[in-house]
Nanobody, 119 residues
């Protein structure tokens, strides 16, 4: 069973940067696409980015294109989400999850990490 743990969230000023990590345990990580999702207060969870098992394929929501970069280190069983030029509307709980492909369905959800963008 794949288990995922997010870290790296925090409070940052608008225009700042954060790097989120999604650390995995379990033998299926190398064969799993990993997606990042976020849920703002009072809103539904939405997909932010996804990376294929090999790392060759990446996807981004329009709202984060050009600002966020997803990457993975299979040797460390970790997926990263580099977030630059952060905006207040990026404030949310960010979670990662696994799937065979980025088209889903996703499972093995992590507990989430809070990102707050505020002056």
């Amino acid at each position: 069973q794949l288990q995922l743990v997010e870290s790296g969230g925090g409070l940052v000023q608008p225009g700042g940067s954060l790097r989120l990590s999604c650390a995995a345990s379990g033998f299926t990580f190398d064969y799993s696409a990993i997606g990042w999702f976020r849920q703002a207060p009072g809103k539904e969870r939405v997909g932010v980015s996804c990376i294929s098992s090999s790392g060759a394929g990446t996807q981004y929501a329009d709202s984060v294109k050009g600002r966020f970069t997803i990457s993975r280190d299979n040797a460390k069983k970790t997926v990263y989400l580099q977030m630059n030029s952060l905006k207040p509307e990026d404030t949310a709980v960010y979670s990662c999850a696994a799937a065979l492909y980025c088209s889903g369905p996703f499972g093995s959800w992590g507990q989430g990490t809070q990102v707050t963008v505020s002056a």
